[in-house]
Protein backbone atom coordinates (compact mmCIF):
# COMPACT_ATOMS: atom_id res chain seq x y z
CA UNK A 1 0.00 0.00 0.00
CA UNK A 2 1.77 3.22 -1.04
CA UNK A 3 1.79 6.33 1.05
CA UNK A 4 -0.81 7.92 -0.50
CA UNK A 5 -3.06 5.05 -0.02
CA UNK A 6 -2.65 5.03 3.38
CA UNK A 7 -3.47 9.19 3.64
CA UNK A 8 -7.22 8.21 1.62
CA UNK A 9 -7.86 5.14 3.96
CA UNK A 10 -7.55 7.08 7.10
CA UNK A 11 -9.48 10.17 5.37
CA UNK A 12 -12.02 7.59 4.89
CA UNK A 13 -12.17 5.99 8.37
CA UNK A 14 -12.19 9.79 9.86
CA UNK A 15 -15.69 10.39 7.52
CA UNK A 16 -17.31 7.46 8.22
CA UNK A 17 -16.38 8.17 12.36
CA UNK A 18 -18.02 11.32 10.98
CA UNK A 19 -21.10 9.79 9.73
CA UNK A 20 -21.50 7.69 12.75
CA UNK A 21 -21.88 10.45 14.82
CA UNK A 22 -23.93 12.71 12.82
CA UNK A 23 -26.16 9.57 12.50
CA UNK A 24 -26.18 9.42 16.60
CA UNK A 25 -26.96 13.11 16.75
CA UNK A 26 -29.99 12.59 14.61
CA UNK A 27 -31.15 9.74 16.84
CA UNK A 28 -30.80 11.54 20.41
CA UNK A 29 -32.38 14.66 19.05
CA UNK A 30 -35.55 12.30 18.27
CA UNK A 31 -35.04 10.78 21.65
CA UNK A 32 -34.65 13.91 22.96
CA UNK A 33 -37.59 15.60 21.68
CA UNK A 34 -40.26 12.44 22.57
CA UNK A 35 -39.06 11.86 26.60
CA UNK A 36 -38.49 16.17 26.53
CA UNK A 37 -34.85 14.89 27.81
CA UNK A 38 -33.34 18.45 28.36
CA UNK A 39 -30.29 16.87 29.06
CA UNK A 40 -29.80 14.44 26.25
CA UNK A 41 -30.69 17.71 23.95
CA UNK A 42 -27.52 19.20 26.11
CA UNK A 43 -25.17 16.52 24.80
CA UNK A 44 -26.39 16.51 21.18
CA UNK A 45 -25.52 20.46 21.78
CA UNK A 46 -22.18 19.96 22.62
CA UNK A 47 -21.32 17.02 20.74
CA UNK A 48 -22.04 19.68 17.52
CA UNK A 49 -18.43 20.73 18.48
CA UNK A 50 -17.27 17.60 17.77
CA UNK A 51 -19.31 17.52 14.28
CA UNK A 52 -17.35 20.75 13.39
CA UNK A 53 -13.88 19.25 14.70
CA UNK A 54 -14.73 16.79 12.49
CA UNK A 55 -15.58 18.95 9.24
CA UNK A 56 -12.42 20.90 9.81
CA UNK A 57 -9.77 17.76 10.57
CA UNK A 58 -10.96 16.33 7.00
CA UNK A 59 -11.59 20.19 5.56
CA UNK A 60 -7.47 19.93 6.90
CA UNK A 61 -6.74 16.19 5.50
CA UNK A 62 -8.04 17.08 1.86
CA UNK A 63 -6.54 20.06 1.80
CA UNK A 64 -2.93 18.22 2.66
CA UNK A 65 -3.09 15.74 0.38
CA UNK A 66 -4.36 17.16 -2.38
CA UNK A 67 -1.17 19.82 -2.07
CA UNK A 68 1.22 16.66 -1.41
CA UNK A 69 0.46 14.80 -3.58
CA UNK A 70 -1.33 16.00 -6.46
CA UNK A 71 -3.62 13.25 -6.93
CA UNK A 72 -5.55 12.20 -10.23
CA UNK A 73 -8.19 10.56 -11.68
CA UNK A 74 -10.23 8.48 -9.17
CA UNK A 75 -8.65 9.24 -6.17
CA UNK A 76 -8.76 12.98 -7.12
CA UNK A 77 -12.68 12.49 -7.32
CA UNK A 78 -12.21 10.75 -4.06
CA UNK A 79 -11.31 13.93 -2.53
CA UNK A 80 -13.41 16.30 -4.10
CA UNK A 81 -16.42 14.39 -3.19
CA UNK A 82 -15.10 14.00 0.40
CA UNK A 83 -14.61 17.40 0.29
CA UNK A 84 -18.28 18.41 -0.22
CA UNK A 85 -19.75 15.04 1.43
CA UNK A 86 -17.76 16.67 4.84
CA UNK A 87 -19.88 19.81 4.22
CA UNK A 88 -23.36 17.81 4.13
CA UNK A 89 -22.37 16.03 6.74
CA UNK A 90 -21.61 19.14 8.88
CA UNK A 91 -24.97 20.58 7.78
CA UNK A 92 -27.57 17.68 8.48
CA UNK A 93 -25.41 17.69 11.89
CA UNK A 94 -26.39 21.32 12.28
CA UNK A 95 -29.63 20.03 11.79
CA UNK A 96 -29.19 18.12 15.00
CA UNK A 97 -28.60 20.65 16.69
CA UNK A 98 -31.70 23.26 15.91
CA UNK A 99 -33.90 20.00 16.96
CA UNK A 100 -32.35 19.89 20.75
CA UNK A 101 -32.78 23.97 20.51
CA UNK A 102 -36.74 23.56 20.04
CA UNK A 103 -36.96 20.87 22.76
CA UNK A 104 -34.47 23.24 24.94
CA UNK A 105 -37.58 25.74 24.50
CA UNK A 106 -40.33 23.37 24.78
CA UNK A 107 -42.36 24.00 27.69
CA UNK A 108 -44.36 20.52 28.31
CA UNK A 109 -43.87 17.37 26.27
CA UNK A 110 -44.68 17.25 22.97
CA UNK A 111 -48.43 15.76 22.60
CA UNK A 112 -48.73 12.40 20.78
CA UNK A 113 -51.58 13.10 18.72
CA UNK A 114 -49.48 16.13 17.31
CA UNK A 115 -46.56 13.85 16.75
CA UNK A 116 -48.60 11.22 15.16
CA UNK A 117 -50.57 13.73 12.51
CA UNK A 118 -47.62 15.81 11.42
CA UNK A 119 -45.65 12.80 10.73
CA UNK A 120 -42.72 13.91 12.28
CA UNK A 121 -41.19 11.23 13.83
CA UNK A 122 -41.86 8.68 10.55
CA UNK A 123 -39.36 11.99 9.09
CA UNK A 124 -36.83 11.49 12.12
CA UNK A 125 -37.27 7.91 11.22
CA UNK A 126 -36.60 8.27 7.07
CA UNK A 127 -34.36 10.96 7.55
CA UNK A 128 -32.22 8.30 9.39
CA UNK A 129 -32.95 5.74 7.22
CA UNK A 130 -31.66 8.25 3.95
CA UNK A 131 -28.51 9.27 6.25
CA UNK A 132 -27.86 5.58 7.14
CA UNK A 133 -28.24 4.12 3.49
CA UNK A 134 -25.37 7.14 2.36
CA UNK A 135 -23.24 5.70 4.87
CA UNK A 136 -23.30 2.25 3.62
CA UNK A 137 -23.13 3.52 0.15
CA UNK A 138 -20.04 5.25 0.57
CA UNK A 139 -18.52 2.43 3.03
CA UNK A 140 -18.78 -0.24 0.36
CA UNK A 141 -18.63 2.04 -2.93
CA UNK A 142 -22.47 0.63 -3.74
CA UNK A 143 -23.86 3.00 -6.17
CA UNK A 144 -26.86 1.39 -6.58
CA UNK A 145 -27.50 2.06 -3.26
CA UNK A 146 -26.66 5.88 -3.53
CA UNK A 147 -29.30 5.73 -6.36
CA UNK A 148 -32.00 4.08 -4.21
CA UNK A 149 -31.50 7.50 -1.96
CA UNK A 150 -33.43 9.55 -4.66
CA UNK A 151 -36.62 7.48 -4.61
CA UNK A 152 -36.66 7.67 -0.25
CA UNK A 153 -36.28 10.93 -0.37
CA UNK A 154 -39.93 11.77 -2.12
CA UNK A 155 -41.31 10.56 1.29
CA UNK A 156 -40.08 13.47 3.11
CA UNK A 157 -40.79 15.92 0.06
CA UNK A 158 -44.43 14.43 0.50
CA UNK A 159 -44.24 15.11 4.55
CA UNK A 160 -43.05 18.60 4.02
CA UNK A 161 -45.50 19.67 1.69
CA UNK A 162 -48.50 18.66 3.31
CA UNK A 163 -47.47 20.02 7.08
CA UNK A 164 -48.31 23.26 6.42
CA UNK A 165 -52.08 22.23 6.14
CA UNK A 166 -52.22 19.86 9.25
CA UNK A 167 -49.99 22.04 11.42
CA UNK A 168 -52.49 25.08 10.53
CA UNK A 169 -55.85 22.90 11.12
CA UNK A 170 -53.97 21.29 14.61
CA UNK A 171 -53.28 24.81 15.46
CA UNK A 172 -57.22 25.75 15.01
CA UNK A 173 -58.49 22.67 17.20
CA UNK A 174 -55.81 23.22 20.11
CA UNK A 175 -55.40 27.20 20.51
CA UNK A 176 -53.02 25.63 23.70
CA UNK A 177 -50.25 24.24 21.55
CA UNK A 178 -49.52 26.81 19.52
CA UNK A 179 -45.55 27.20 19.96
CA UNK A 180 -45.31 23.61 19.92
CA UNK A 181 -47.23 23.21 16.93
CA UNK A 182 -44.89 26.10 15.42
CA UNK A 183 -41.77 24.53 16.57
CA UNK A 184 -42.70 20.83 15.33
CA UNK A 185 -43.61 22.84 11.97
CA UNK A 186 -40.30 24.15 11.78
CA UNK A 187 -38.61 21.08 12.79
CA UNK A 188 -40.24 19.19 9.55
CA UNK A 189 -38.81 22.00 6.88
CA UNK A 190 -35.14 21.57 8.98
CA UNK A 191 -35.99 17.59 8.48
CA UNK A 192 -36.64 18.11 5.25
CA UNK A 193 -33.00 18.87 4.19
CA UNK A 194 -31.73 16.09 6.11
CA UNK A 195 -33.28 14.62 2.89
CA UNK A 196 -31.60 17.15 0.23
CA UNK A 197 -28.32 17.08 1.93
CA UNK A 198 -27.88 12.90 1.81
CA UNK A 199 -29.19 13.06 -2.12
CA UNK A 200 -25.85 15.82 -2.66
CA UNK A 201 -24.20 13.12 -0.69
CA UNK A 202 -25.70 10.27 -3.33
CA UNK A 203 -24.56 12.07 -6.24
CA UNK A 204 -20.87 12.86 -4.81
CA UNK A 205 -20.60 8.95 -4.12
CA UNK A 206 -21.92 8.36 -7.84
CA UNK A 207 -19.52 11.22 -9.12
CA UNK A 208 -16.69 9.58 -7.25
CA UNK A 209 -16.94 5.98 -8.07
CA UNK A 210 -18.61 6.02 -11.94
CA UNK A 211 -17.21 9.78 -12.83
CA UNK A 212 -21.40 10.71 -13.39
CA UNK A 213 -22.25 14.10 -12.85
CA UNK A 214 -25.99 14.09 -11.53
CA UNK A 215 -25.89 17.17 -10.00
CA UNK A 216 -29.06 19.37 -10.72
CA UNK A 217 -30.79 16.88 -13.11
CA UNK A 218 -34.02 15.81 -12.61
CA UNK A 219 -35.47 12.32 -10.95
CA UNK A 220 -35.98 11.30 -14.44
CA UNK A 221 -32.55 12.30 -15.41
CA UNK A 222 -30.97 10.67 -12.62
CA UNK A 223 -32.96 7.37 -13.45
CA UNK A 224 -31.26 7.34 -16.89
CA UNK A 225 -27.96 8.10 -16.28
CA UNK A 226 -26.47 4.61 -15.70
CA UNK B 1 20.00 38.49 -51.10
CA UNK B 2 16.99 40.55 -50.23
CA UNK B 3 15.44 39.61 -46.81
CA UNK B 4 11.85 39.63 -48.83
CA UNK B 5 14.03 36.97 -51.15
CA UNK B 6 14.87 35.03 -47.36
CA UNK B 7 11.71 35.01 -45.73
CA UNK B 8 9.88 33.67 -49.80
CA UNK B 9 12.56 30.86 -49.26
CA UNK B 10 11.84 30.54 -45.54
CA UNK B 11 11.94 26.88 -43.89
CA UNK B 12 8.49 27.10 -42.56
CA UNK B 13 6.06 24.86 -44.32
CA UNK B 14 2.53 25.51 -45.88
CA UNK B 15 -0.06 25.03 -43.67
CA UNK B 16 -2.91 23.07 -44.05
CA UNK B 17 -5.61 23.52 -42.32
CA UNK B 18 -8.23 21.00 -42.72
CA UNK B 19 -5.91 17.66 -41.80
CA UNK B 20 -4.37 16.99 -38.78
CA UNK B 21 -0.78 17.86 -38.54
CA UNK B 22 0.68 14.60 -37.56
CA UNK B 23 -0.56 11.38 -37.81
CA UNK B 24 1.18 7.71 -37.57
CA UNK B 25 -0.87 4.95 -38.99
CA UNK B 26 -0.59 1.23 -37.91
CA UNK B 27 2.90 2.05 -37.01
CA UNK B 28 5.14 -1.04 -35.91
CA UNK B 29 8.86 -0.16 -35.01
CA UNK B 30 11.49 -3.12 -34.22
CA UNK B 31 14.66 -2.94 -32.96
CA UNK B 32 16.13 -6.13 -34.09
CA UNK B 33 13.68 -9.08 -33.17
CA UNK B 34 12.78 -6.48 -30.36
CA UNK B 35 9.20 -5.25 -31.13
CA UNK B 36 8.85 -1.78 -29.72
CA UNK B 37 6.35 -0.42 -31.23
CA UNK B 38 2.98 -1.75 -32.00
CA UNK B 39 0.67 -0.41 -34.35
CA UNK B 40 0.11 2.85 -32.98
CA UNK B 41 -2.68 4.84 -34.56
CA UNK B 42 -2.53 8.50 -33.66
CA UNK B 43 -3.86 11.93 -35.15
CA UNK B 44 -2.59 15.13 -33.79
CA UNK B 45 -3.74 18.57 -34.41
CA UNK B 46 -2.09 21.74 -35.76
CA UNK B 47 -1.42 23.88 -32.63
CA UNK B 48 -2.02 21.51 -29.79
CA UNK B 49 0.42 20.23 -27.30
CA UNK B 50 0.41 16.49 -27.07
CA UNK B 51 2.13 14.63 -23.92
CA UNK B 52 3.68 11.06 -23.79
CA UNK B 53 3.21 9.87 -20.85
CA UNK B 54 4.59 5.51 -19.53
CA UNK B 55 7.21 3.62 -17.80
CA UNK B 56 10.25 3.77 -19.32
CA UNK B 57 11.25 1.55 -22.05
CA UNK B 58 7.12 2.16 -23.06
CA UNK B 59 7.86 3.19 -26.47
CA UNK B 60 7.31 7.08 -25.89
CA UNK B 61 10.64 8.49 -26.65
CA UNK B 62 10.69 5.97 -29.78
CA UNK B 63 7.40 7.20 -31.13
CA UNK B 64 8.38 10.60 -30.85
CA UNK B 65 11.63 9.93 -32.43
CA UNK B 66 9.57 8.91 -35.52
CA UNK B 67 8.88 11.92 -36.31
CA UNK B 68 12.53 13.71 -37.23
CA UNK B 69 13.60 9.98 -38.23
CA UNK B 70 16.24 9.88 -35.47
CA UNK B 71 15.33 6.04 -35.28
CA UNK B 72 17.35 5.91 -39.16
CA UNK B 73 20.56 6.48 -36.74
CA UNK B 74 20.09 3.15 -35.08
CA UNK B 75 21.01 -0.09 -36.80
CA UNK B 76 19.01 -2.82 -37.29
CA UNK B 77 15.68 -0.94 -37.03
CA UNK B 78 12.82 -1.81 -38.77
CA UNK B 79 10.10 0.69 -39.30
CA UNK B 80 6.24 -0.26 -40.87
CA UNK B 81 3.38 1.92 -41.38
CA UNK B 82 2.92 5.07 -42.17
CA UNK B 83 3.94 8.27 -40.37
CA UNK B 84 2.98 11.89 -41.91
CA UNK B 85 3.40 14.91 -41.45
CA UNK B 86 0.97 17.35 -43.53
CA UNK B 87 -0.57 14.42 -44.99
CA UNK B 88 2.82 13.02 -46.82
CA UNK B 89 4.46 10.27 -45.52
CA UNK B 90 7.83 11.43 -43.70
CA UNK B 91 9.59 7.91 -44.83
CA UNK B 92 8.98 8.08 -48.55
CA UNK B 93 11.72 7.91 -50.79
CA UNK B 94 11.44 11.96 -52.11
CA UNK B 95 11.73 13.00 -48.35
CA UNK B 96 14.92 14.40 -47.98
CA UNK B 97 16.43 13.85 -43.89
CA UNK B 98 17.79 17.62 -43.89
CA UNK B 99 14.04 19.10 -45.09
CA UNK B 100 12.30 16.85 -42.77
CA UNK B 101 14.57 18.20 -39.71
CA UNK B 102 13.92 21.61 -40.71
CA UNK B 103 10.38 21.47 -40.04
CA UNK B 104 10.77 19.41 -37.53
CA UNK B 105 13.09 20.70 -34.52
CA UNK B 106 14.23 18.59 -31.18
CA UNK B 107 14.73 19.97 -27.78
CA UNK B 108 16.63 16.81 -25.79
CA UNK B 109 16.60 15.84 -21.86
CA UNK B 110 19.67 17.61 -21.36
CA UNK B 111 20.35 20.65 -22.60
CA UNK B 112 22.94 21.02 -25.06
CA UNK B 113 24.30 23.82 -26.78
CA UNK B 114 27.33 24.05 -29.08
CA UNK B 115 30.70 25.23 -27.27
CA UNK B 116 30.26 28.51 -29.21
CA UNK B 117 28.53 31.99 -28.36
CA UNK B 118 25.03 32.51 -27.20
CA UNK B 119 24.65 34.32 -30.85
CA UNK B 120 26.39 31.66 -32.69
CA UNK B 121 24.31 28.87 -30.79
CA UNK B 122 21.11 30.05 -32.06
CA UNK B 123 22.45 31.42 -35.83
CA UNK B 124 23.97 27.99 -36.24
CA UNK B 125 20.92 26.46 -37.89
CA UNK B 126 20.43 29.22 -40.10
CA UNK B 127 24.43 28.86 -41.51
CA UNK B 128 24.20 25.63 -41.94
CA UNK B 129 21.27 26.40 -44.44
CA UNK B 130 23.53 28.78 -46.56
CA UNK B 131 21.80 31.71 -45.11
CA UNK B 132 24.18 34.75 -45.01
CA UNK B 133 22.30 37.91 -44.65
CA UNK B 134 23.55 39.46 -41.51
CA UNK B 135 20.78 41.72 -40.53
CA UNK B 136 18.29 39.04 -41.21
CA UNK B 137 20.25 36.35 -38.96
CA UNK B 138 20.64 39.30 -36.50
CA UNK B 139 16.76 39.82 -36.51
CA UNK B 140 16.14 35.90 -36.54
CA UNK B 141 18.36 35.46 -33.66
CA UNK B 142 16.50 38.25 -31.59
CA UNK B 143 13.42 36.79 -32.58
CA UNK B 144 14.09 33.06 -31.67
CA UNK B 145 15.65 34.70 -28.39
CA UNK B 146 12.42 35.90 -27.40
CA UNK B 147 9.96 33.62 -28.09
CA UNK B 148 12.25 31.51 -26.04
CA UNK B 149 11.71 33.87 -23.41
CA UNK B 150 15.47 34.36 -22.66
CA UNK B 151 16.36 37.82 -24.38
CA UNK B 152 16.10 39.72 -21.87
CA UNK B 153 18.65 37.39 -19.49
CA UNK B 154 21.19 37.26 -22.49
CA UNK B 155 20.65 40.13 -24.63
CA UNK B 156 24.26 41.72 -23.18
CA UNK B 157 26.19 39.08 -23.49
CA UNK B 158 25.04 37.78 -26.95
CA UNK B 159 29.27 36.77 -28.04
CA UNK B 160 29.39 35.41 -24.26
CA UNK B 161 29.85 31.33 -24.35
CA UNK B 162 26.79 29.61 -24.16
CA UNK B 163 28.50 27.32 -21.85
CA UNK B 164 27.81 30.16 -19.27
CA UNK B 165 24.72 30.00 -19.17
CA UNK B 166 22.88 28.19 -15.92
CA UNK B 167 21.05 24.80 -17.00
CA UNK B 168 18.03 26.48 -17.33
CA UNK B 169 18.75 29.19 -19.42
CA UNK B 170 20.99 26.55 -21.73
CA UNK B 171 17.73 24.39 -22.29
CA UNK B 172 15.89 27.56 -23.50
CA UNK B 173 18.90 28.21 -25.51
CA UNK B 174 18.44 25.27 -27.12
CA UNK B 175 14.78 25.55 -27.70
CA UNK B 176 15.52 29.25 -29.09
CA UNK B 177 18.11 27.16 -31.35
CA UNK B 178 15.20 24.89 -32.64
CA UNK B 179 13.24 27.48 -33.25
CA UNK B 180 15.50 30.21 -35.35
CA UNK B 181 15.33 27.76 -38.61
CA UNK B 182 11.34 27.85 -37.96
CA UNK B 183 10.17 24.43 -37.81
CA UNK B 184 6.40 23.71 -37.52
CA UNK B 185 6.76 20.61 -35.25
CA UNK B 186 9.14 20.91 -32.03
CA UNK B 187 9.36 17.61 -30.43
CA UNK B 188 10.22 17.40 -26.88
CA UNK B 189 11.94 14.74 -25.39
CA UNK B 190 11.66 15.38 -21.07
CA UNK B 191 12.80 18.60 -21.54
CA UNK B 192 12.57 20.09 -17.93
CA UNK B 193 13.63 16.85 -16.22
CA UNK B 194 16.98 18.62 -15.17
CA UNK B 195 15.81 21.40 -14.60
CA UNK B 196 15.08 23.27 -10.79
CA UNK B 197 11.14 23.96 -10.37
CA UNK B 198 11.64 27.77 -11.42
CA UNK B 199 13.36 26.89 -14.98
CA UNK B 200 11.15 24.24 -15.26
CA UNK B 201 7.80 26.49 -14.57
CA UNK B 202 9.82 28.80 -17.15
CA UNK B 203 10.17 25.89 -19.96
CA UNK B 204 6.44 25.27 -19.46
CA UNK B 205 5.18 28.61 -19.75
CA UNK B 206 7.13 28.98 -22.59
CA UNK B 207 5.64 25.58 -24.18
CA UNK B 208 2.10 27.32 -23.20
CA UNK B 209 3.13 30.50 -25.76
CA UNK B 210 4.72 28.32 -28.38
CA UNK B 211 1.82 26.44 -29.20
CA UNK B 212 -0.12 29.12 -30.91
CA UNK B 213 2.74 28.88 -33.59
CA UNK B 214 3.95 25.28 -33.22
CA UNK B 215 2.26 21.67 -33.13
CA UNK B 216 4.48 20.41 -29.61
CA UNK B 217 5.14 16.91 -28.99
CA UNK B 218 6.37 16.31 -25.49
CA UNK B 219 7.36 13.12 -23.58
CA UNK B 220 7.25 13.65 -20.01
CA UNK B 221 7.48 11.19 -16.74
CA UNK B 222 6.01 14.26 -14.87
CA UNK B 223 2.63 13.33 -14.34
CA UNK B 224 1.41 17.13 -13.25
CA UNK B 225 3.33 18.47 -15.97
CA UNK B 226 1.52 16.50 -18.57
CA UNK B 227 -1.52 17.66 -17.02
CA UNK B 228 -0.49 21.50 -16.57
CA UNK B 229 1.08 21.85 -20.57
CA UNK B 230 -0.86 19.40 -22.58
CA UNK B 231 -4.26 19.30 -24.30
CA UNK B 232 -4.43 15.77 -25.71
CA UNK B 233 -2.01 12.95 -23.21
CA UNK B 234 -1.19 9.76 -24.73
CA UNK B 235 -0.60 6.75 -22.69
CA UNK B 236 2.23 4.08 -23.52
CA UNK B 237 2.88 0.57 -22.67
CA UNK B 238 4.63 -2.19 -23.23
CA UNK B 239 4.78 -0.59 -27.16
CA UNK B 240 1.46 0.14 -27.12
CA UNK B 241 -0.77 3.07 -27.21
CA UNK B 242 -3.05 2.24 -24.39
CA UNK B 243 -5.39 5.40 -24.84
CA UNK B 244 -4.93 8.97 -26.01
CA UNK B 245 -7.32 11.93 -24.96
CA UNK B 246 -7.87 15.16 -23.95
CA UNK B 247 -5.54 15.72 -20.58
CA UNK B 248 -8.67 17.06 -18.73
CA UNK B 249 -9.98 12.98 -19.32
CA UNK B 250 -7.38 11.44 -18.82
CA UNK B 251 -6.40 13.42 -15.58
CA UNK B 252 -10.12 12.89 -14.12
CA UNK B 253 -11.56 9.53 -15.96
CA UNK B 254 -9.16 7.49 -17.65
CA UNK B 255 -11.34 5.19 -19.83
CA UNK B 256 -8.04 2.04 -19.04
CA UNK B 257 -7.47 0.70 -15.92
CA UNK B 258 -3.96 0.60 -17.12
CA UNK B 259 -3.91 4.58 -17.70
CA UNK B 260 -5.76 4.94 -14.13
CA UNK B 261 -3.35 2.74 -12.45
CA UNK B 262 -0.24 4.38 -13.62
CA UNK B 263 -1.23 8.17 -13.12
CA UNK B 264 -2.53 7.14 -10.00
CA UNK B 265 0.78 5.73 -9.26
CA UNK B 266 -0.41 2.32 -8.38
CA UNK B 267 1.35 0.67 -11.47
CA UNK B 268 1.87 -3.08 -11.38
Known amino acids: MTHLDNELKQLRTDLLDMFELVLSQLDKSKQSLINLDKDLAREVLVNEKRVNSYELQIDRDCENILALFNPVAIDLRFLLAVLKINSNLERVGDIAESVCQFVMNFKLEPEKKLLEVSRLLEMFDVSREILKTVKDAFENEDTKLARSVFTKDETLDEININAHTIIAEYILNNNDRINQSLYTLSMIRKLERVGDQCKNIAEEIIFYIEAKVLKHKSFQQKQEIK | ?268
Not at chain 2, 3 to 20: G, Q, V, W, Y
Request: proline residues 3%; positive net charge.
Open chain 2, 1 to 268: MLLEDILAKSTKPIKHSNMFKIESKDVHLHYGTFHALKGINMSIEKNTVTALIGPSGCGKSTFLRLFNRMNDLIDDVKIEGQCLLDGKDIYSKEVKIDDLRKRVGMVFQKPNPFPKTIFENVAYGLRVNSITHKSFIEERVERSLKQAALWDEVKDKLKKSAMALSGGQQQRLCIARALAIEPSVILMDEPASALDPISTAKIEELIYELKSEFTIIIVTHNMQQAGRISDTTAFFYLGELVEIDSTKKIFTNPNDTRTQNYITGRFG
